[in-house]
Nanobody
Framework: QVQFVESGGGLVQPGGSLRLSCAAS????????MGWYRQAPGKQRELVAS???????NNADSVKGRFTISRDNAKNTVYLQMNSLKPEDTAVYYC?????????WGQGTQVTVSS
């Protein structure tokens, strides 16, 4: 069973930056595409950024030009660099594979954008 541990969240002012990290047990990153998801209160979980095993990335329209996903297969870690943060980016952020290759969700890391 794969387990994810997300970290790096916090409280940041609008326009600020954060870098999230997701460490996974097991050597899965080199095999599968990975994604960062977020869930805001009262909303469904959504995929915000994905990266193939070869490093090709794709972002949701809402974060294009602001968020960058990357991966380090040697460290079994995927990152999300978030710049120009907006209040609507406030959510719990999770990492996981890309459907249909999904595993159990981790605890996530809270990101709050507020002045």
């Amino acid at each position: 069973q794969v387990q994810f541990v997300e970290s790096g969240g916090g409280l940041v002012q609008p326009g600020g930056s954060l870098r999230l990290s997701c460490a996974a047990s097991g050597s899965i990153f080199s095999t599968y595409a990975m994604g960062w998801y977020r869930q805001a209160p009262g909303k469904q979980r959504e995929l915000v950024a994905s990266i193939t095993r070869g490093g090709r990335t794709n972002n949701a329209d809402s974060v294009k030009g602001r968020f960058t996903i990357s991966r380090d297969n040697a460290k079994n870690t995927v990152y999300l660099q978030m710049n120009s943060l907006k209040p609507e980016d406030t959510a719990v952020y999770y990492c996981n594979g890309i459907a249909p290759m999904l595993w159990a969700w981790g605890q996530g890391t809270q990101v709050t954008v507020s002045s």
